[in-house]
């Protein structure tokens, strides 16, 4: 059909092609469709100087400065003036270094600093530098995790970190990889879990089986429910479990719901506890819920994308007790190590391969059968990625300079700031707790002077919600610091604070408490 | 708390005054000492530049170092330990990282979609990681959530979208693929998100045999399942055969299936064919399917003025996938998912309105909060790098570019042809130049299964050599009907004639004996 027309264009191109012998400055010139081919067409020296100018600025502002507590943790714009100030509009032509530079300062500097000693914010934060130069070299080496042949060190290395996190598990063999994120890790835990129960779904899709069931707690992370979107099953298919108090998962509920969702027709097939839920750091007690899994032959996930890296440290491991008998684990190194964004393991206890069947699709363009080597290390086909960015070198190289005994350190003291921050609200006046922390999760109300004594009364509820948004305004437009607020259940807003960077120091935590009182106690 | 002790001087340990102890841990002063670990970073880094940047890209260096898997083990020591290791230590092990990692960025590296190396993309990919941003709320990574959306939708104006639309960057052309479809299957019938699949009718999907393997595993992860993708056939050069795709989607219809999406491909795999999107496009709009141009490797054209009449039709797409870590070197991964409605549809699709995170009382505009529109959570600052560059080159730069990758090609390809022993697959379109190379002793063979058996055999061995020797890398696959061919891939600015003329010269070299 188009053969013609193609070969019509091509002979076109053919016109074009000619070869210069002494017109151009260079010997034998070659010029296609009028490019000149001889010499590269980018300056290589030209580039490594910029980068070289670059570093310094990085370093100064975006690592030294940004780890500076006498610095601000973010330089708050507004969206419409920060657009115009960052001149963000691409155009025909190209900018200068001195210009380029600039950009590059800029963006530093109005960025939030995430490593700062007073971003207390996300599920991350601080800077581990063993880290950061794995991350440079990651970037550097442009490497896609796929096949043997294109990334040897790093098909190795990822091997190797996957088994050292799986034996803290307590699992002598398995499988795993690393993926972009822990929502990531949990869709892939549940097409797992679907494609052991039912293999035929893979090829024929979910009409070849009946209405599927899954089940997690109240407290979950939302990933689950969009796992369940995404993979066809549904939202209203994710059963939620009953938790207590502290929101802990409740075994008995579990057991119940999954007797309902058989009783209306539904085919339970997986478990999703957490390890570590997002607002109050809860743990789910995993053996009883292994109790339930086995009762029913159903997978058992656990998220522990916050919570695993507890499982470093001999004194407070015990909150993952049960995680052995686990079928799968999602766990983020990004989180409470600071290996930097992003490192979350997918860890799974089977090693007959299922994690490759599950996902496969033997493109022949990438994993030949025909290779020299051992193609059992071109892993790539277990994943539904492609081109895989490398998380494992900035973990391994970390864990190479501190040490599993350096990194159990890290959460034994992000264990011990949570606790030297309860008893310091607890001594100050206008501080109340949300609930006991399991974990470093410290959900706490502020309660201004105006409504002390206040509590029950019409209204209370109402203007106690507006205080953490108040503050946390404030303390954005200062800079001073960054902790997260959201309402809960029946909760109205409550801060969450996270302290887990071992550059913290307790006049940091002290800091923490003045400062939510000066911004806080004209309210 | 018993274990909360507050000790005020006078103890025999060496602590400062007013030490805090809880549970046996020192609250006073850091863990950890940053100005050492800043001393590290700034020791590594001439090591990197050294090692990882200058001789990775120097032509005279090796492309790798292989070791075969059991000895690479050997030579890296990859265990980890209890106890930490010195930084002389540490530096060392970034040494041999380095020297056995394939260098991607290396002008003889063309083994994948993706090669070369930008310094300006790479400064702001340090940067990134210096500040190690999550980019879902606009409190949390400000200057990243307005890059993003300022090159999104620069990217529409190249689609051809007048009136911009929508995205997001994603790890990957795969997870793009698969946002076009679960964002397709949506539109077509938003109550799947909460009632699944069960008791649906059966869905069906259509791509072309010659289509990138994430639009079966996209349909296997959603639920939908392989089958359910009906293969268009191709034409010699690759390219879906529009009216063979009226026929499969008239053959769904009949079996009782609904039909809801075609994804076509701008630049695939293995070939560089690019599909007739206009005709496409006429047949989409006919049976009302949502139309996804998977066009990650050959959206780069679009930069072009004299190429991008490759993808016309692109602009009536429903969405397309185009990743800027390949062609235009934007580093791995930099990928751009596109769409063109701007109903807030992408966000509808995929949302879960998490409290903590996208609290509704915010103090500012909350439709910056752009984070739900994933399907992750934290999330990459993968615009950052290709602004950097785009700022740097500008628009005519990336366009110079794409024609000299796509010159050098024409080049390659009319040099294999006047070359004896090497046979072009076919004119190539875009920048894969795919062909054989037949050794002086299959020449006079006559042309018949044993020929090709043995022509097989040869490309597998010319790749081990050339590894062996770390002289260069490229790709080589069987396809469809055909033994296993070379395919080259022409990318990096830093590629000039010469390398190519090497190509040829040590594929020679490397195979003459076979």
């Not at chain 1, 507590?69 to 963000?88: A, F, I, N, Q, Y």
């Not at chain 1, 797992?192 to 024929?204: D, G």
């Not at chain 1, 969450?496 to 913290?504: G, N, T």
Request: charged fraction near 25%; proline fraction near 4%; aromatic fraction near 10%.
């Amino acid at each position: 059909m188009s053969n013609s027309t193609a070969s019509r264009a091509f002979a076109n191109l053919n016109g074009n092609y000619e070869l210069k012998g002494s017109a151009g400055r260079q010997q034998k010139a070659v010029t296609v469709d009028g490019v000149t081919l001889n010499g590269p067409l980018s300056d290589n020296r030209d580039g490594e100087r910029f980068l070289e100018d670059a570093f310094q600025i990085i370093m100064n502002e975006a690592v030294k400065k940004g780890t500076d507590v006498t610095e601000k943790v973010c330089d708050w714009k507004e969206p419409g003036k920060l657009r115009e100030m960052l001149d963000l509009e691409l155009r025909e032509t190209g900018e200068n270094h001195e210009r380029l530079l600039q950009r590059c300062h800029d963006v530093a500097k109005y960025s939030v600093k995430t490593s700062h000693p007073r971003f207390f914010n996300q599920l991350f934060a601080g800077l581990d530098h063993h880290s950061l130069a794995g991350r440079f070299l990651t970037e550097a080496l442009n490497s896609s995790q796929y096949t043997y042949e294109v990334a040897p060190v790093f098909v190795l290395m990822e091997e190797v970190v996957l088994s050292t996190l799986r034996s803290l598990i307590g699992w002598d063999s398995g499988d795993g990889i690393f993926c972009p994120g822990g929502s990531i890790s949990n869709l892939y835990a549940m097409n797992l879990a679907r494609y052991r129960a039912f293999p035929e779904v893979k090829q024929r899709g979910l009409w070849a089986v009946p209405r599927l069931a899954v089940f997690t707690s109240k407290e979950c992370h939302y990933s689950v429910g969009k796992s369940a979107s995404v993979l066809g099953v549904g939202l209203q298919n994710v059963h939620p479990v009953k938790v207590d108090e502290r929101g802990v998962m409740i075994p008995e509920d579990l057991d119940e719901q999954i007797e309902n969702a058989k009783s209306q027709g539904s085919v339970p097939f997986l478990v999703s506890a957490t390890s570590g839920t997002t607002i109050l750091g809860a743990f789910d007690p995993l053996d009883k819920i292994a109790d339930v899994c086995g009762k029913h032959k159903l997978w058992f996930h656990v998220d522990a994308a916050w919570g695993g890296s507890a499982l470093l440290s001999k004194k407070h491991k015990h909150l993952l007790k049960g995680i052995d008998r686990a079928d799968s684990v999602a766990w983020n190194p990004h989180k409470m190590l600071m290996a930097g964004l992003q490192s979350s393991a997918f860890l799974m206890k089977d090693s007959s391969g299922l994690l490759k069947q599950c996902h496969s699709a033997n493109a022949t363009y990438l994993f030949q059968q025909d290779k020299f080597y051992d193609m059992s290390y071109d892993t790539g086909d277990k994943s539904i990625q492609c081109g895989r960015k490398v998380d494992c070198l900035k973990l391994w190289l970390m864990w190479k300079a501190t040490g599993t005994l350096g990194l159990e350190q890290r959460v034994d003291r992000a264990f011990a700031y949570t606790r030297y921050l309860v008893e310091e609200m607890k001594k100050r006046g206008g501080f109340q707790l949300v609930v006991e922390p399991q974990f470093v999760n410290l959900c706490f109300w502020y309660v201004p002077p105006s409504l002390r004594g206040e509590e029950g009364s019409e209204g209370y509820q109402e203007k106690l919600s507006k205080v953490a948004p108040t503050i946390k305004e404030r303390m954005v437009k200062k800079g001073s610091m960054m902790v997260g607020y959201q309402p809960h259940q029946d909760k109205v807003n409550f801060f969450r604070l996270v302290v887990i960077s071992p550059q913290i120091t307790r006049a940091d935590l002290d800091f923490f408490l003045d400062e939510i009182e000066s911004l806080g106690r004209d309210l | 708390m018993s274990s909360l002790i507050c000790e005020n001087g006078g103890s025999s340990k060496p602590v400062k005054k007013n030490a805090v102890l809880v549970d046996g841990v020192y609250l006073n002063g850091p863990i950890m000492d940053s100005k050492a670990g800043e001393r590290f970073v700034e020791e590594a880094f001439p090591i990197i530049m050294e090692e990882a940047i200058r001789k990775a890209t120097d032509v005279n260096e090796k492309v790798c170092e292989w070791q075969p898997p059991e000895e690479l083990k050997q030579c890296l020591d990859l265990d980890l330990r209890e106890g930490g290791e010195a930084p002389q230590q540490i530096l060392k092990r970034c040494k041999d990282v380095i020297k056995y990692s394939v260098k991607t960025g290396h002008p003889r590296f063309f083994n994948q979609l993706y090669a070369g190396m930008d310094h300006y993309s790479l400064v702001a990919r340090f940067i990134t990681e210096a500040i190690n941003p999550s980019v879902y709320t606009f409190e949390v990574s400000p200057t990243f959530v307005m890059i993003e959306e300022v090159i999104l939708k620069k990217m529409s104006e190249c689609v051809g979208w007048e009136e911009g639309g929508d995205g997001i960057f994603s790890p990957g052309g795969s997870i793009s693929n698969m946002y076009a479809v679960n964002l397709a299957r949506y539109k077509h019938c938003p109550s799947i998100k909460d009632e699944g699949l069960s008791g649906m009718p059966r869905l069906v999907m259509f791509t072309s045999e010659e289509c990138h393997y994430s639009i079966g595993k996209a349909a296997a992860f959603l639920g939908i399942g392989t089958k359910n993708v009906y293969v268009v056939p191709a034409d010699e050069r690759g390219k879906m055969i529009p009216e063979e795709l009226e026929k499969q989607v008239q053959r769904a219809v009949k079996e009782g299936a609904v039909p809801f999406i075609v994804c076509a491909t701008a630049g695939t795999t293995v070939l560089g064919a690019f599909d007739p999107l206009e005709k496409i496009a006429d047949i989409c709009q006919k049976h009302g399917l949502w139309f996804h141009v998977d066009a990650s490797w050959g959206g780069g054209a679009l930069m072009s003025n004299k190429h991008r009449h490759l993808l016309n039709g692109i602009q009536r797409a429903d969405s397309v996938a185009w990743n800027p870590h390949k062609m235009l070197m934007a580093g791995l991964q930099c990928c751009a998912f596109l769409v063109k409605d701007k109903t807030g549809l992408f966000e509808k699709c995929h949302s879960s309105q998490a409290s903590y995170l996208f609290q509704q009382d915010k103090f500012y505009d909350v439709r910056y909060d752009t984070g739900d529109k994933s399907i992750q959570c934290s999330r990459r600052a993968d615009a950052f790098k290709f602004w950097l560059m785009w700022k740097a080159v500008g628009t005519r730069g990336l366009e110079d570019r794409v024609n000299r990758a796509l010159a050098l090609a024409r080049y390659l390809a009319e040099e294999i042809k006047k070359k004896e022993g090497f046979r072009l697959i076919l004119e190539p379109e875009y920048a894969n130049v795919c062909f054989w190379y037949i050794p002086p002793s299959l020449r006079n063979m006559p042309d018949g299964p044993e020929f090709w058996k043995k022509l097989h055999q040869v490309a597998p061995v010319i790749k081990e050599r050339m590894m062996k020797k770390g002289s260069m890398m490229v790709g080589y696959q069987p396809h469809r009907d055909k033994v296993n061919f070379f395919r080259q891939i022409i990318i990096s600015p830093q590629v000039s004639r010469e390398d190519m003329d090497f190509v040829l010269q040590e594929i020679e070299a490397l195979g003459k004996d076979l």
